[in-house]
């Protein structure tokens, strides 16, 4: 198991009379080489829920394990820097971490500070700067020239270049333009399939969770309320509605098609794709021409 | 209908950028009460349209005319009361220190009487829906809540056009539901002309007419259903594939020919279930009446 | 939050707090006068009944006045000792070495400085506690006003004054989330030795200058499509008015005053 948590609860200024509960009893497990989506509203402790994975904040009560570390209320801040490297964090509008004056030292940032030498954290930089997909010519410019969408890769690079096994990604497409959106999650989804990085996602994006994740995690007020595939969370349309949660475009008009009378034996289709696959199946077996 | 707005060859080049112009001899007209949707990609140019057309830029060519008014620097300022714009942070826009300071902000500036503004501020709250939020810290509003406190901003100077530049991009779906919801609102009750700067499918959808912007130039100009029958190229226009063209590209893909032409989910819906129903032997039983 | 010095105003509902701003910084300003006009013990005791007094209509518990002082009090418990160990003679001589003169003197001159220090910090604090940061904005831009006949843009140092506020929260978000990100990127804050620690606030203090400059320019811009031109021609939507209570205050004041001069006379 890559991640697991156990009975994680996590309060904000703890012992103080200013103590808010953020998180309770939160406990899953994440397969190695998994894609893990996180779903909810706007506090409902989503990001409080991924700080543990590389113990920015520490449980209060509870323990969690990320492949072969385990965090405590008691763990040590000295025990974590193994941890930090092996979960890369990629926060919401990542790009405002850049401060380096070029690309490539602010890339090579990470791994010095993990003990690798500078020329052979430069270079690193380099094939990261490629993997992002930039070209060797930005290497020595200043992130600072750069635009948004270009920045982030810089911001996402310099997180990749510490090798990270866990891959934690706080809503990446945010502010992009669709294209920009796409181009980053097929990065990620190539992360994930080729060199079998665990991703753990942040979204608002349904139709990212139904494309991408492989399991799906649905937070409420700081609780766990399920945890499944994305299909069976999003097959629970009216348990969905409690939940104030939106389904993906396509489960939404299978949904429609489903009132008016036609079935989906193989489960709601969540994707177009999948939409289309079942139209069609349904298409043949009436034996008619297709139009 | 009138024009409201005539943007006749405008360019700008910005200061510090020796390569090619932000704008490129850009054309248009807007009419009163229209909802004109501007779309391309980061960079394309269409923020610094709008910038410009508020006599924010200095645009080094060309001419905006606004309610009748030649935008000049000796004109920007009846040109601005003119206009109402919402930016794309939340957080950077957001003037005072409590929500009723920041929506009195633009009475203030136009010199409003305290009795008069007391009442107008708690009108535009009431509107947007934030009235209880009013002694309340911008630090303990959500992203979708200060939108909504600088739409109650503009609505207390009830300026005849509002632009907005990307003020969605970065809420929450319900956060962007509801601040579309109140425009559309808006729109239609004030006669308000709406300018909107997005890469969003449904706010695109929205408009009356939609503007492309790429590179620097207004490369298209049509009305939404002939923009989205482009299907998968509108991804290099800076827009979203809407997902009935999705749909029809994976149908083809197995051999299904849906109607040419953009369709609505609606339409799509209905055609889908009539092919369905008229192949079938048996018809489908509706579940539900 | 309740550790910085802008989170430290406490929401309640007391007269002290319902006081116009304006009112309780001048007040403050001339009570600090009253604190050097008393010159012996009783005049002293006077001022702590009145500051009590104050206190207790503020409503606000005295134990956090006293963790407000807590840690100011080496530099006060510093003062009284060079003021205790090096006054100049006068009265009767305690203790002689070299140059440190224990007088009788400077005994009495360091307790009264003690207690200058303990009731102007305690009255400060009030101010602070029962006064929100904008309000004292607000106040200090309206008492300034006069100065605009030598020319000071006061409104715009109010504006100016009221935006800083308005943004230290938000900054300071931003300052957490970009140490985040850079606490996963390996940095220690606050470990290893002072060269490190210096090293390492470049990577958390280049993007926070950024961010703010980039909030600045958009702001200007937000600013100015919503048609400010300059902070004199505005009309004011926050006002400030001064209260039967606040008059009160004053008749309070006097009473002090006119108690101090006869202690001093005495």
Redesign the interface.
């Known amino acids: 198991m890559a991640i697991t948590f156990e009975h994680v609860g996590y309060t904000y200024q703890a012992n103080t009379p200013l103590a808010t509960p953020a998180l309770t009893d939160v406990s899953f497990t994440v397969p190695d080489h998994g894609y893990l989506a996180i779903i909810g509203h706007t506090g409902s402790g989503k990001s409080t829920l991924i700080q543990q994975l590389n113990a920015l904040l520490k449980p209060t009560t509870g323990q969690l394990t990320v492949d072969q570390f385990t965090v405590t209320p008691t763990t040590t801040n000295a025990d974590l820097k193994p941890l930090r490297r092996h979960v890369g964090m990629v926060f919401q509008f990542p790009e405002s971490q850049l401060f380096a004056e070029t690309i490539r030292q602010d890339i090579a940032f990470g791994p010095q500070n993990f003990g690798l030498d500078p020329d052979k954290a430069l270079k690193l930089a380099d094939e990261m700067l490629a993997l992002v997909g930039l070209d060797a010519s930005y290497a020595q410019r200043s992130p600072f020239e750069l635009s948004g969408g270009q920045m982030r890769r810089v911001a996402i690079a310099g997180v990749l270049a510490m090798h990270p096994k866990v891959l934690v990604l706080d809503e990446p497409t945010a502010g992009l333009d669709p294209q920009g959106r796409q181009e980053m999650m097929s990065l990620f989804e190539r992360l994930h399939r080729e060199q079998g990085l665990t991703i753990v996602l942040v979204t608002h994006q349904m139709e990212d969770v139904a494309q991408y994740a492989e399991q799906v995690a649905v937070m409420q007020h700081g609780t766990l309320l399920r945890v499944g595939t994305p299909q069976e969370i999003f097959s629970d349309v009216a348990w969905l509605r409690t939940a104030d949660l939106d389904l993906p475009r396509a489960a939404q008009f299978a949904q429609k098609l489903a009132q008016r009378g036609v079935n989906w034996p193989q489960g709601l289709p969540l994707t177009a794709d999948d939409l289309a696959a079942q139209l069609a199946a349904q298409w043949s077996t009436k034996g008619v021409d297709h139009v | 209908m009138e024009n409201i707005i005539e943007v006749h060859q405008l360019s700008y080049q910005y200061p510090d950028a020796s390569e090619r112009p932000a704008l490129n001899q850009i054309s248009f007209d807007v009419r009163a009460g229209e909802w004109l949707a501007i779309v391309g990609h980061n960079g394309s140019g269409k923020s610094t349209l709008a910038k410009a057309i508020d006599g924010l830029l200095p645009f080094t060519e060309g001419e905006v005319i606004v309610g009748g008014v030649a935008l000049t620097a000796d004109t920007v300022w009846q040109v601005r009361h003119q206009i109402g714009m919402i930016f794309q942070n939340p957080d950077n826009q957001f003037v005072g220190a409590t929500v009723e300071d920041d929506v009195a902000f633009g009475l203030e500036n136009r010199q409003v009487p305290r009795d008069q503004m007391i009442k107008q501020v708690a009108e535009a709250l009431q509107r947007v829906g934030m009235a209880d939020f009013a002694q309340r810290a911008p630090s303990s509003l959500s992203g979708g809540q200060k939108q909504r406190v600088a739409l109650a901003g503009i609505v207390a100077v009830a300026p005849k056009i509002l632009i907005l530049d990307e003020a969605t991009s970065m809420l929450d779906p319900q956060g962007r539901q509801a601040m579309l919801a109140l425009v559309r609102e808006l729109h239609e009750t004030q006669h308000l002309t709406v300018i909107s700067i997005t890469h969003d499918i449904d706010e695109a959808a929205s408009a009356n007419r939609i503007l492309v912007v790429d590179d620097g130039r207004l490369v298209q100009e049509d009305s939404p259903a002939a923009i989205f029958a482009q299907g998968e190229r509108l991804i290099e226009l800076g827009l979203d594939v809407p997902f009935t063209a999705k749909l029809a590209t994976a149908l083809r893909q197995r051999g299904i020919t849906p109607p040419s032409g953009y369709q609505t989910t609606a339409e799509m819906e209905e055609w889908l279930w009539q092919s369905l129903s008229n192949t079938s032997a048996t018809p489908t039983k509706p579940t539900h009446p | ?2 550790k910085f010095l802008f989170g430290r105003y406490l929401p309640l509902n007391s007269i002290v707090h319902r006081l116009d701003p304006r009112n309780k910084l001048l007040l403050s300003f001339c009570y600090i006068i009253l604190v050097f006009l008393a010159n012996n013990w009783l005049s002293y005791l006077i001022l702590i009944a009145f500051t009590l007094g104050a206190i207790r209509a503020s409503t606000i518990p005295l134990r956090i006045f006293v963790r407000g002082i807590r840690p100011l009090i080496w530099l006060i418990l510093f003062t009284v000792a060079l003021q205790l160990l090096f006054s100049p003679t006068g009265g009767h001589v305690y203790f002689h070495w070299t140059f440190i003169n224990v007088t009788q003197y400077g005994v009495v001159n360091a307790g009264y400085i003690f207690i200058r220090f303990l009731l102007i910090i305690t009255m400060s604090t009030l101010l602070t506690l029962s006064t929100q940061p ?1 309000d004292i904005a607000t106040g200090l831009a309206s008492l300034m006003k006069p100065l605009r006949w030598v020319r000071v843009p006061v409104d715009t140092l109010a504006m100016m004054l ?2 800083a ?2 943004f230290v ?2 900054l300071m ?2 300052a957490q ?2 140490m ?9 804050f606050g ?1 290893g030795g002072l060269i490190k620690q210096a090293k390492a606030l ?2 958390l203090m ?2 926070l200058f ?2 703010a400059f ?2 600045a320019e ?2 200007s ?9 300059d902070s004199e ?7 400030l008015t001064w209260q039967r209570r606040d008059t009160v205050t004053w008749l309070i004041f006097a009473l002090g005053l006119a108690l101090i001069l006869i202690c001093r006379r005495w």
């Open positions: 939050m309740s904008l009221s935006i506020l308005r929260p938000t978000d931003e989330k970009i985040n990100a850079q606490r996963a990127r390996g940095v220690d470990e470049l990577p280049v993007p950024i961010s980039n909030r958009d702001l811009i937000a600013m100015e499509a919503r048609g400010y031109q021609h505005r009309s004011q939507y926050r006002i």
